[in-house]
Nanobody
Framework: QVQLVESGGGSVQAGGSLTLSCKAS??????VTWFRQTPGKEREGIAS????????????TYADSVEGRFTISRDNAKNTVYLQMTNVKSEDTAMYYC??????????????????WGQGTQVNVSS
């Protein structure tokens, strides 16, 4: 059983920055992905990272909607994956979730691949 706990959500002005954290227990070689969801819409994968080592270690992938503005990273010593959000826009307002795939071989944004989810953290961007 994998437990994921998100933190760091809150309110931020458009153009500002915010960093979300996702602490995993146990922490192993996972694919960890940040998703977001707004009411009435499907949960959208936005950033993914492979936390393991080797030649795939640290590989990332991003949705077009956040590429160049958001950065996903890992700190294996702290069992934590981060999502650094910069130049945020009003359309980034959503509930943000992290999810883990213990069997994944590389970063991916496909909702159906993820069995383990955190409880979510809300981000509100004001213009």
């Amino acid at each position: 059983q994998v437990q994921l706990v998100e933190s760091g959500g809150g309110s931020v002005q458009a153009g500002g920055s915010l960093t979300l954290s996702c602490k995993a227990s146990p922490y192993m070689n996972y694919v960890v992905t940040w998703f977001r969801q707004t009411p009435g819409k499907e949960r959208e994968g936005i950033a993914s990272i492979y936390t393991g080592g080797g030649n795939r270690g640290g590989y990332t992938t991003y949705a077009d909607s956040v590429e160049g503005r958001f950065t996903i990273s890992r700190d294996n010593a702290k069992n934590t994956v981060y999502l650094q959000m910069t130049n945020v826009k009003s359309e980034d307002t959503a509930m943000y979730y992290c999810a883990a795939d213990p069997t994944g071989l590389g970063p991916n944004l496909h909702l159906g691949n993820y069995k383990y989810w955190g409880q979510g953290t809300q981000v509100n961007v004001s213009s």
